[in-house]
């Protein structure tokens, strides 16, 4: 009946939409109507929700109540306010959780630390810094790392360079980006980045399950819930995605169970250091072996994390720089001043990764990306208790508070007038060093006790990527294209970037 009458309510408010439109008010906030509330701004805003989000709370000091249809679950606070994000994740975050309202969005993940609260969070989050600071890991991800860079991405762009193609960087960064993260999750080689562009079918799988989640987050639950039902939209692509997850780490925890049994022994052999193998074979860094369920969610929770943070925030900040020449200018300066490079066949590249601590202007570059386009534009929690924040509104028990990340980076009471400006020399102190702004500010990496644990890796990696492209490639986006997120839980372009790169030193 809920469902049935939402709809009624739906289609009846559609011819009305436009005209609604015209009364905003003076300030410029959605008007929360009778029975629809704001609903009617974000239906004709849906095409740019982010960027209207953006501009709702900037123009309500950094804090507004959203209020949707008065019988379903859609109301929110959503905020942008440092002080309210550092009082949400550090001062007082036992009280703001994930929970039930978070797992139903990405309960795909299961009981991954993406999901998880409390002490099990605690547990789960321990065995991801051992893991990800344990000498063999960091053998490993050098060895793959250059590897992948001289034997996939530079041959890939050579032979796209050669060829004068058109290639979707976005899809090509994920490809490389995956490849990595499989063999570091699982000691096996996908081989998703080659000339030929085999299927990634796990990439297509989590950015349905992200879209899904998105769609979960803004509409009412009766909505969805009779889509999961009756399998059609975006809840099909779903549920397809999670049985693929589920069967292909059923067979990859089968074939590395196997190998155990067998005595292949791999301590010692930073070659066979992954995190699949730490779980069944009771590695210290992860402790007794827990049950299958429980390491499915997990590897697919780092192979999500290496698969789609990082390449995202590249993708954006490589169409940033197509319209900043001279930001590409003074990184390549700052590249040939600071980094050793070893010449293979007609390219350079990298002698050392130790080096790329020296280089502020390119982090610079990709922190003010990151302002702009965070991988994460939102990040929500749900309250145990009453409660005042820091702005003087309200809470409730189990009110949803989402972070309004994206909106962050655009407010100008924060970052100043030029705040939608691309200009890393903000992150630049008059010494030339890197400038640090408190978590709290600057969120895409969240803050506080849950501040993402690959936050200097993530640094790493898109260091070490973005150094040998833009020394030996100019990278053309091609004009005319409509570049915009995609409505999904992840910042990912809708329609990918389509560029054509050249060599630079032909």
Known sequence: MGVFVYLVCLILAIPFLRFLHRFVDSNGHPRNWPFVGMTPALLLNFHRILDKVSEIVDKSNGTILYRGIWFTN???????????????????????????????????????????????????????????????????????????????????????????????????????????????????????????FPENRFHKAMSDVLEAAFYRCIMPDSLWKLQSWLQVGLEKKRSDAWKYFDDVLAEHISIQREKSNKAITWSGNEENFNFLNCYLTGHKVTGPTPSDSLIRDNVIHFLFAANDTYTTALTWFFYLLSKNPTVVAKIREELKRNLSWKKVGELQLPTSFDELNKLPYLQAALCETLRLYPPNPFEFRTSTRRDILPSGHRVNPQMVIILAIHAMGRMAWLWGEDCHEFKPERWITVEGKLKREPPSKFSAFLSGPRICPGKELSFFLMKATASPIIHNYDVHVIEGQNVTPKNSAFLHMKHGLMVRVTNRWK
Not at 129 to 143: I, K, T
């Open 74 to 196: 859609s109301s929110f606070l959503a905020t942008a306010d440092p002080q309210n994000v550092r009082y949400l994740m550090n001062t007082n975050y036992r009280a703001y959780v994930k929970g039930s309202e978070w797992r139903k969005q990405f309960d795909v993940f299961g009981e991954a630390l993406f999901n998880s609260d409390g002490e099990e969070w605690k547990r789960q989050r321990r065995i991801f810094h051992a893991f990800l600071n344990h000498p063999q890991f960091l053998q490993s991800l050098e060895r793959v790392l250059r590897e992948r860079l001289e034997q996939g991405l530079i041959k890939v762009l050579e032979h796209v360079s050669k060829q004068e193609l058109v290639v979707d960087l976005q899809d090509l960064l994920v490809r490389y980006a995956s490849d990595i993260g499989w063999i570091l999750a699982t000691g096996s080689d996908p081989q998703f980045l080659s000339i030929e």
